[in-house]
């Protein structure tokens, strides 16, 4: 590489090259150090949902250790973006171009998905990514 490609398509230059020879990758920012529990529990989940296109990353973060969850994981719309895990088949579909971005945000797709508060935040977000 000649010169940086900055942090937006930096590291999915990367990642679309490191799938090109696996599968599911475990992507971890450069100044985390995981637990040595966090690389068997990615294989497990990348293995239990490889084909479940509901699932798109794998992360791994307690939030609230003083609470203990009844199961070894829990399903959220929210990650942990220092350390994650995540197939090729999810890494082929972004588009950091954005192309389809215009039409999300005339057809206001996330109000049906989300309450108004968080369509709100995400949609001001994406804004200020697309411009």
Not at 47 to 67: Q, T
Not at 118 to 130: K, N, V
Request: charge should be negative; charged fraction near 25%.
């Amino acid at each position: 590489m000649v010169h940086n490609l900055g942090c937006g398509p930096g590291p999915f230059t990367a990642m679309n090259w490191a799938v090109e020879e696996e599968d599911r990758i475990i992507i971890l920012e450069d100044d985390c150090v995981p637990s040595p529990a966090f690389f068997p529990y990615c294989n497990y989940l990348l293995d239990k949902y490889l084909d479940d296109e509901r699932i798109w990353i794998v992360s791994g973060n307690n939030y609230c250790p003083e609470f203990p969850l009844p199961a070894d994981y829990a399903f959220t719309g929210y990650a942990h973006s220092q350390g994650w895990a995540t197939w090729r088949r999810c890494i082929k579909q972004v588009d950091l171009e954005m192309r389809d971005y215009p039409e999300f945000m005339d057809r206001k797709l996330l109000y049906s998905l989300l309450p108004r508060k968080e369509a709100d935040y995400f949609m001001r977000s994406l804004e200020r990514t697309y411009t």
